[in-house]
């Protein structure tokens, strides 16, 4: 079982492992090679990947690696295995409503234990000084709603959760 | 140089993020006190922090408490400031509000508010250079004479735009190519202008292809002298929005620079300019015309300090002080090549959503004719609050190539981790061959996508992060700790 790294929505397995006193990188169907990291001072260093030193500047949030490489920065997500296993039920589905970008609640429109079908229009939110309707993915009862009128929210926020019917 | 002597000693900034750490630089200079106001979203930014004497103002949104003059007015007499600076955008342009400032016994640092409101009403402005003999793009008002509007029409010539009178966001809006089918295009607008603004009334000006938008900064004293600082291309824009400038523009010939240039002067003295201004033109198939003119400094004016080597800033408080300008048009040289960069918190590959997250990593690149006006601070949160311009990247090279490689590096060394930017995306722009040879339009980025979404990641650069990504993850690191190195050294090892 390789470790995950998620870069712009792509998957991307990886193992390390010792090789002496460093480590080796295994790339998921791919390269492998001796890599070390030496931090000149904290969040910035170089790496040495096969032989080849390259200045990196880094910062970690969470399970975010921030990562200023090669004239330009990047956001690399850890994926925990047993989270997202645990998530893979109910979380990432047609039954919740997530952010499309970030904006702030302009109106609820349906409450907890509300039928609604696909379509209904959920809540309103305002981003880039335009109003967007968020609609329910799929027919549902409203199980939760995580927000209230004048939140704001980062892209992909959990807004609603539906409970399916016939789930 | 010595400080000049001002009747006032403080400033009230008016403004936040970049500006308002741009401004206090220079008070810092000329030995005046700064005094910003801030909303408490942004009580960890570098003004709050640089300034003299920061004061918390509110409001129903974080905008709303920049843009609310009688708070702002209340605030800057209990400070006791003396003059007040708008910066840009908020209340800068804002009449009454500078009517009220000036009432109140406070030097507004801009222009006169007969300047600021002639300028500020579009169609009077347009009037106003139209009588004083300069370009304006030839038009036909339908209203001025109905029976002869087509007529009137067909005299500018081919091509030509119309649009409705009461109209906006291009709705309506016909290009005629061929003045044969001019009638038809007018039916159609007219109609449209009756179902979407319910006003079928009609509008026709000479259609620019592909145009160029090119400003030049002015800045004018109390006693009526007036001098250009040269010309700005803006004409890299998304959405209206500029994104990279530079001057010269490549666009222009010497002969062209010199006429833009003294048309802008001319404007401004036409209308009894003081203090610092922009006027805009649009500029294609070797004509310009009378845009706008914008009565307050303007985000892209470093490029002209850069060439230059004035302080705008400095030269709008001496201004506003009653100060004559100390130089005259021949003493005002523009050497070298300058470029801005705008650094906002957008994603290009989305349709240029806003981004949001936290400043965690911030270092800033150096280097001879290299500048960054930043309005961000490690640790702060970059919020949809307000416009997503976080920093300017601003260079200065003997030449146009080398600016541009100084632009880049520039880009590539400026370390802003925490919330995604459209930093790669200005890279590509500068790195694009179109804009290597300087043919940019206001159309350059609808018509070249590709620049906005950009390639795949090379494996190089995808081994590099993956690389420090491991090292930096604690279970990845421990799982490898874990494991002897015998067992790591067979291939395809799996737990």
């Known amino acids: 079982m390789y470790h995950r790294f998620d870069l712009d929505g792509k998957a991307n397995g990886v193992w390390l492992s010792r090789l002496g006193n460093g480590y080796q990188l295994q790339v998921e169907g791919g390269w492998h090679g001796a890599v070390a990291l030496a931090e000149d001072r904290p969040g910035q260093g170089h790496l040495t990947i096969d032989g080849e030193r390259v200045p990196v500047a880094y910062a970690l949030d969470g399970d975010v690696i921030h990562i200023h490489c090669g004239g330009r920065a990047y956001a690399l997500h850890y994926v925990d295995p047993l989270a997202a296993f645990a998530r893979a039920g109910d979380d990432s589905g047609l039954n919740v409503a997530r952010a499309p970008m970030p904006g702030v609640v302009v109106a609820v429109k349906v409450a907890p234990g509300d039928e609604v079908l696909a379509g209904t229009v959920l809540m309103v939110i305002e981003s880039m000084k335009l109003e967007t309707s968020i609609r329910a993915p799929q027919d549902g009862i409203v199980e939760k709603i995580h927000v209230k009128a004048g939140d704001s929210f980062d892209r992909d926020a959990l807004l609603a959760t539906l409970l399916q019917e016939n789930g | ?495």
């Not at chain 2, 009037?127 to 007529?151: R, Y």
């Not at chain 2, 311009?389 to 400026?414: C, G, T, Y």
């Not at chain 2, 179109?434 to 043919?439: E, I, M, P, S």
């Open chain 2, 1 to 495: 140089m010595g400080r000049p002597s001002l009747p006032f000693d403080s400033v009230l900034i008016a403004n936040r993020g970049e500006i308002a750490v741009r401004i206090i630089r220079t008070l810092r200079e000329l030995g005046l006190r700064s005094i910003v106001v801030y909303h408490e979203v942004d009580a960890l930014a570098p003004a709050v922090a640089l300034a003299d004497e920061a004061i918390r103002i509110t409001g129903r949104t974080p905008v709303a408490a920049y843009l609310d003059g009688d708070q702002i007015l209340t605030v800057a007499k209990e400070a006791k400031a003396g003059a007040l600076h708008p910066g840009y955008g908020f209340l800068s342009e804002n009449a009454s509000f500078a009517r009220a400032v000036e009432a109140a016994g406070i030097v507004f640092v801009g222009p006169g508010v007969d300047a600021i409101e002639l300028m500020g009403d579009k169609i009077r402005a347009r009037a106003f250079v139209a009588k004083n003999g300069f370009p304006v793009a030839p038009s036909a008002i339908e209203e001025d004479a109905p029976s002869t509007f087509l007529q009137r029409a067909r005299a500018i010539g081919a091509p030509l735009l119309v649009k409705p009178s009461a109209g906006g966001g291009g709705k309506g809006m016909r290009i005629v190519r061929d003045l044969d089918l001019l009638e038809d295009a007018v039916t159609e607008a007219r109609s449209e202008g009756e179902r979407y603004f319910g006003d079928g009334r009609l509008y026709i000006e000479r259609f620019v292809e592909r145009p160029r938008h090119i400003e030049v900064q002015v800045l004018g004293d109390a006693m009526g002298n007036v001098v250009h600082l040269y010309e700005r291309e803006c004409s890299v824009q998304r959405r209206f929005q500029k994104i990279i400038e530079e001057t010269p523009s490549p666009g222009l010939t010497a002969e062209e620079r010199e006429r833009i240039c003294a048309t802008a002067a001319g404007i401004a003295r036409a209308a009894g300019y003081r203090n610092a201004g922009t006027v805009e033109f649009i500029y294609g198939g070797g004509a310009f015309y009378f845009l706008e003119m914008n009565t307050r400094l303007q985000v892209e004016h470093p490029v002209t300090e850069m060439t230059t080597g004035l302080d705008l800033v400095a030269e709008q408080i001496k201004i506003a002080a009653g100060l004559p300008l100390e130089f005259n048009q021949a003493q005002v040289t523009s050497s070298g090549h300058s470029i801005e960069a705008r650094l906002y918190a957008e994603a290009p590959d989305r349709d240029f959503a806003p981004t949001t997250g936290k400043v965690l990593a911030l270092r800033y690149p150096e280097g001879d004719g290299v500048r960054i006006d930043s309005g961000i601070a490690q640790g702060q949160s970059i919020t949809t609050a307000f416009d997503p311009m976080l920093a300017k990247i601003i260079v200065h090279a003997p030449s146009r190539d080398e600016a541009i490689v100084k632009a880049r590096e520039a880009i590539a060394n400026f370390v802003f981790l925490g919330c995604e930017s459209n930093a790669a995306f200005l890279s590509r722009i500068l790195g694009d061959d179109l804009f290597k040879a300087g043919a940019v339009h206001t159309g350059y980025l609808d018509e070249n996508p590709a620049i906005a979404t950009g390639g795949a990641d090379d494996d190089a650069i995808m081994r590099q992060l993956l690389a420090v990504a491991a090292l930096l993850t604690r279970p990845v690191r421990d799982a490898a700790d874990a494991v002897p190195p015998l067992h790591a050294r067979l291939q395809g090892w799996r737990n």
